[in-house]
C-alpha cells in the first residue's frame, strides 16, 4: 500500500511538471527548482504527493508528506553547513551560497 501512495504521487508530480525530479530512494524523492519558485511550487508538489488510498471496509489509508530545502544534500547546520537541508515550515528565506570559484579562470590555473 505505501509503495502505491508513493508511486501515484510521483506520477502526480511527473504529470504535473512541477518541479524536476531527480531520484528516488525508498520513500524519499530529490527534485530541483529555481530557488526563487521553491515557496510558489512546493506547497502545490506536497499536495500532489497526498495520494489517499481507499482500504477495504472503506477506510482511508494517507501518507503524511513533508518536505526539506537546501542548497546541497548535506543536513543543515547552523555552523558546518547552513545551506543544507532543513524542513520546510511554509518559506524558504536562504539565498543560494555565492560561488566559491574565481570570476576569470584560465587554463593556466588549472595546470
Known sequence: MTGDAINIGI???????????????HDSILGQVDYTKVNELLPRALKLMEAPLTLKGGRKFLIPVEAKTGFNWGDYDPVKNPDGQMKYKGAETRQPPKPKWQKRLSVRHLL
Open 11 to 25: 506520477l502526480n508530480l511527473w504529470n504535473a511538471r512541477v518541479y524536476e525530479l531527480l531520484l528516488q530512494v
